[in-house]
């Protein structure tokens, strides 16, 4: 996984409550058997205008002019600014693994369904929650002024506006850890080795249904 | 005295590997159901790292995302489809892990099978890398859809590490009306919460409602729990759960059930548990439920109206509805059954088990005892069982007949149109009536409006050409 520690990007602006993980990336692209490429069908059906297929060049494809991302002033974006519940529905990891492989290195929204929350930290994308009301403010700050940039540094856990307003973010502490260092979860969940297995060998002795 | 428990705390404590000071566990994982769709990448990751899978036995596979309904004999067509059932056959076969593959009898979707073979067990905690893996909540287990890196991370640790949830009780008292189905009432839960008022929850489903649901209908409330936003829905063991799990074949045996079920029966929320929220509806006023929009809180009965963003609470929701029912091609204010159905779905992990298709096949029989069949204007009518049991169940008791009598398609089981990764799926601009959990623009094939019901108003909504008030056919 790539660490994340600070960040200055273009951000573009996704202005619609409850974006599902099935928006993000339809699902004939999930009958791919790897973990990249998914980039260029990132919110397939919004961005092109003709049917998304596997294994289609979508260089050649007719884009949507009135989805936001396909305007010229947010290519390039690094934040995408989205509204409460981002993320809902399906766990695909695709999902993640689609806004990263576009570009996406972070994200900002008043919420985010649970799974995908989780998914975007084991793929080194941060997904920063911030109140409803600052999120609306920087959705005008965004469209009101092309090239808005944010700077965002998750040691300090700030996202600072051009105006050098400061923003102060909370994240979980052992997330933090593992994303500013790209560390790998399941090396370290080796380590308890032991445990699992002394927890292993206490539940054979009080529940032998459950290793039937 | 120990403090009482939720069922949640009781599963939660009972999985707690290694607890770290800021509040995260490492959480021990007893099942793990895989299919071919999440599993490919964490399968490679395994191999690349040169990792060993930590215990085979508590990993059942099956494809189901990617099957066909018909002609299976022949192979999947879709070339990219082939290759993912391909592969996961591969990487089962490797790793010497239970798979049913695609010919094998006992095939099915995920959510069906691991209840039917007795794999999902209360008292386990039950992964897979798919969110509706919240139905196995129903047995009084801790069941919760996961991401691939976390597939990988439960083949290697046959852990993971979690932050534990707030518990809300979902209370549900009183009779339910006739035709007011497990379905209507999640339905009902969501368009009162919204598909938010779960997140960062663990919902408990209680009270008198729940008790007299069937196993079955208990599947189909905690299915929908992701759609109120909640990794895991969970209703508490009773007899009933017992006398589903009991017999089946890899359900305990001999002293090992005698043992389990002593314990199963200290599987509910203990006199006095704390909850952090609870949400109450009464049965009696629930009614049969259509959703009009674009997410499963966008939902109605069938007796009442499109409603006009113009009234919607805020100027985000208004935007939100606007959009919405430009997409379903509805006006604001059309009675939910005048609204014309193209194709009708009765399948998916939410409703494809045998009692859903018998009470979609009861009015089946009733269109056949009026002269009556699937309506001319309706395109397709498909009914998609959940396993190869199932579908053996059903026509046991002569189903598949009744519905084909009555102008229905009788498929083979799979995930088939609830996502349309294989062949069975809307054209734009469709409309269907789907047994289904996502209404979500696409869902069910690139401009495709679906309506979620349940599978009696599916199979009315067939009939009739449009949505129809189940209760008033069923007099």
């Not at chain 2, 895989?34 to 990448?41: A, I, K, R, W």
């Not at chain 2, 430009?326 to 159905?341: D, K, Q, R």
Request: aromatic share 8%; with cysteine; glycine share 8%.
């Amino acid at each position: 996984m790539n660490p994340f520690n600070t960040l200055h990007g273009l951000v573009a602006p996704l202005d619609r409550a409850n974006v599902d993980t099935d928006a993000i990336i339809p699902k004939q692209f999930l009958k791919s058997i790897k973990r990249s490429g998914f980039g260029p069908n990132a919110f397939d059906e919004w961005r092109y205008l003709d049917r998304g297929e596997p294994g289609v060049d979508c260089a050649d494809r007719p884009l949507n002019p009135d989805f936001v991302l396909n305007q010229a002033r947010y290519q390039g974006a690094s934040v995408l600014l989205a509204r409460e519940n981002f993320g809902c529905g399906s766990s695909r990891e695709h999902a993640p693994w689609a806004l990263e492989d576009y570009g996406f290195r972070a994200i900002i929204a008043p919420s985010y369904a649970d799974i995908f929350f989780n998914n975007c930290f084991k793929n080194g994308v941060l997904p920063i929650v911030l109140p409803a009301e600052v999120v609306d403010r920087l959705f005008k700050e965004t469209e009101a002024s092309e090239g808005y940039r944010l700077t965002i540094d998750l040691a300090a856990q700030t996202v600072t506006t051009p105006t050098h307003e400061v923003i102060s973010f909370e994240v979980d502490g052992e997330r933090k850890h593992r994303l500013l260092h790209g560390l790998d979860d399941i090396a370290l969940t080796l380590k308890f080795t032991n445990e699992i297995k002394a927890y292993e060998a206490r539940r054979k002795a009080e529940a032998s249904w459950l290793f039937a | 005295m120990t403090a009482p428990r939720t069922l949640y705390d009781k599963l939660w404590d009972a999985h707690v590997v290694h607890q770290e000071a800021n509040g995260t566990a490492l959480l021990y994982i007893d099942r793990h159901l895989v299919h071919e769709v999440t599993s490919p990448q964490a399968f490679e990751g395994l191999k690349l790292s040169g990792r060993k899978l930590w215990q085979a036995k508590t990993i059942l596979a099956t494809p189901d995302h990617n099957v066909p309904t018909t002609a299976r004999a022949a192979g999947i067509v879709d070339p990219v489809s082939r290759t993912q059932v391909e592969t996961l056959d591969a990487n089962c076969a490797e790793l010497g892990l239970n798979e049913f593959r695609m010919s094998d009898s006992r095939q099915g979707i995920v959510h069906v099978i691991g209840p039917e073979q007795g794999f999902t067990l209360p008292g386990t905690t039950l992964v897979c890398g798919d969110s509706h893996t919240s139905t196995h909540g129903a047995f009084g287990a801790l069941a919760f859809g996961i991401g691939t890196s976390e597939v990988e991370h439960v083949l290697a640790t046959q852990c993971l590490w979690q932050t534990k949830s707030q518990a809300m009780l979902v209370k549900v008292d009183g009779d339910l009306p006739a035709g007011v189905t497990a379905k209507d009432v999640a339905l009902a839960i969501i368009g009162k919460i919204g598909t938010a008022g779960g997140t960062g929850y663990a919902l408990e489903f209680g009270g008198s409602a729940i008790r007299t649901l069937s196993m079955e209908g208990r599947m189909t409330l905690c299915n929908m729990a992701i759609e109120a936003g909640a990794r895991a829905g969970m209703v508490a063991a009773d007899e009933k759960t017992i006398a589903y799990v009991e017999g089946r074949p890899q359900a305990p045996k001999g002293a090992d059930w005698e043992q389990a079920v002593a314990y199963w029966r200290t599987l509910h929320s203990d006199e006095g548990a704390a909850f952090a929220a609870v949400v109450e509806l009464a049965a009696a006023e629930i009614r049969p439920q259509v959703t009009w929009g674009t997410s499963p809180e966008m939902v109605l009965s069938v007796e009442d109206k499109v409603p006009n963003p113009a009234d919607a609470p805020n100027a985000v929701k208004q935007a939100d509805w606007e959009r919405a029912l430009a997409y379903m091609g509805l006006a604001a204010g059309t009675p939910i059954n005048e609204i014309a159905i193209d194709k009708a779905f009765i399948g998916s992990c939410t409703n494809s088990r045998i009692e859903d298709l018998r009470e979609a096949a009861v009015v089946a029989r009733w269109a056949v005892s009026q002269g009556r069949r699937v309506a001319a204007t309706v395109k397709l009518a498909m009914v998609v069982p959940g396993s190869g049991l199932v579908k053996a169940q059903a026509e046991a008791e002569g189903l598949d007949r009744d519905f084909i009598a009555a102008g229905f398609e009788w498929r083979d089981p799979g995930c088939s149109m609830c996502l349309a990764m294989n062949a069975d799926r809307l054209e734009p601009g469709e409309r269907c009536a789907s047994t289904s959990n996502r209404n979500f623009e696409g869902r069910q094939g690139q401009g495709g409006r679906t309506h979620l019901v349940s599978p009696a108003m599916a199979a009315a909504a067939a009939v009739f050409g449009h949505f129809v008030d189940i209760r008033e056919v069923l007099q």
